[in-house]
């Protein structure tokens, strides 16, 4: 049974289109990211937030915004959709008080296409 | 800079034993992470190393050399399962302590 949830999983939509990527959690951690993986490519961080209302961007520059108001919730927006955001988007999380101890829990991904 | 390097594929039969190699730079260190992804899932954990030294957890064991930026994970007794690509990630500990990934190494097993 999965504890991070991701919606929705697969997504088709028309340029210029404002989209929201949703992710929870239920285990309590205090750490979350977003990453981007293209077939056979490694994981480019997006954004991470250590807590509620704290949010940083990661090395990938998306054009992307997130948002941490609750511990459990970590939506990704898009305010206008391209071609070049076609990818998979992965969400994680972690418990800073057990670093390294049990690594990221990812969720299932959603696989976004931009036409 | 930071950078993690490791092989693209390796094809091994099944029942047989696999060495998947990994060479990292971080800035900074705070462990060694590999994870299973099968094709169009989620990764998912398999080990952690922060310490020099082989750890083992069942059919699968990680080692590590802080000293060399190496690290080699090791699955023994082959299933066809394990057809996988395996990613070796490392964390820094600047810069938000931030874990970046490798491109993974796509295993074949073949009966």
């Known amino acids: 049974e999965a504890d991070i949830y991701q919606t929705p999983r697969y997504l088709v939509i028309g340029t210029g289109k404002k989209i929201t990527l949703e992710c929870s959690q239920t285990?309590?951690?205090?750490?979350m990211y977003w990453y981007q993986q293209d077939p056979g490519m490694e994981l480019h961080l997006i954004h991470y937030?250590?807590?509620?209302?704290?949010?940083e961007k990661g090395d990938l520059s998306s054009e992307s915004t997130v948002s941490r108001i609750r511990t459990e919730h970590f939506p990704l927006t898009l305010e206008s959709a391209r071609p070049s955001h076609t990818s998979q988007y992965l969400c994680?999380?972690?418990?800073?008080?057990?670093?390294?101890?049990?690594?990221?829990?990812f969720g299932s991904g959603t696989r976004l296409t931009v036409v | 800079g930071q950078n993690i390097d490791q092989p693209t594929e390796m094809t091994a039969t099944e029942g047989a034993i696999v060495q998947i190699n990994c060479t990292y730079q971080t800035s900074g260190f705070n462990g060694l992470f590999w994870y299973q992804q099968h094709a169009g899932e989620a990764p998912t954990f398999l080990s952690y190393n922060v310490l020099d030294g082989l750890e083992e957890k069942g059919r699968f064991s990680s080692f590590l050399s802080r000293s060399k930026g190496y690290s080699y994970l090791l699955l023994k007794e082959l299933q066809m399962k394990d057809s996988a690509s395996y990613l070796c990630?490392?964390?820094?500990?600047?810069?938000?302590?931030?874990?970046?990934f490798g491109a993974g190494t796509r295993l074949f097993v073949k009966a």
């Open positions: 990630a490392a964390a820094g500990n600047t810069g938000g302590f931030k874990t970046i």
């Open positions: 994680a999380s972690s418990d800073s008080t057990r670093t390294g101890g049990s690594g990221y829990t």
């Open positions: 285990m309590g951690h205090d750490k």
């Open positions: 937030s250590y807590g509620v209302n704290s949010t």
